[in-house]
């Protein structure tokens, strides 16, 4: 069993930053897959980043390229999410993710992760 707590969410004007963090209880964090997700109102939940276990790898949706950087701690057992040049549209609750499964490790974006923290509010103004 794993259990995810976000922290690190608020309001913040167009062109600022925040960073997210998630922190995993369990012993095996180091071999999960952590992801990042959010759910703007009235839309549906969308893919924002991921990263396997080693930090080798990670993906990110398009709409995040180049101002979102995800990074975990595993000795901390902390995946944290760094977000700069935010935009009104990325105003949404922000979910961290974790799952130890092949099927997540070869395709992180998709949203069948075993694992989902009680998500995070993120406001950007314009």
């Known amino acids: 069993q794993v259990q995810l707590v976000e922290s690190g969410g608020g309001l913040v004007q167009a062109g600022g930053s925040l960073r997210l963090s998630c922190a995993a209880s369990?012993?095996?964090?180091?071999?999960?897959?952590m992801g990042w997700f959010r759910q703007a109102p009235g839309k549906e939940r969308e893919f924002v980043a991921a990263i396997l276990w080693s930090g080798g790898s990670i993906r990110y949706a398009d709409s995040v390229k180049g101002r979102f950087t995800i990074s975990r701690d595993n000795a901390k057992n902390t995946v944290y999410l760094q977000m700069n040049s935010l935009k009104p549209e990325d105003t949404a609750v922000y979910y961290c993710?974790?799952?130890?499964?092949?099927?997540?490790?070869?395709?992180?974006?998709?949203?069948?992760?075993?694992?989902w923290g009680q998500g995070t509010q993120v406001s950007v103004s314009s």
């Open positions: 993710a974790a799952d130890g499964t092949m099927t997540i490790f070869q395709n992180p974006a998709l949203a069948g992760y075993a694992y």
């Open positions: 369990g012993r095996s964090f180091s071999r999960y897959t």
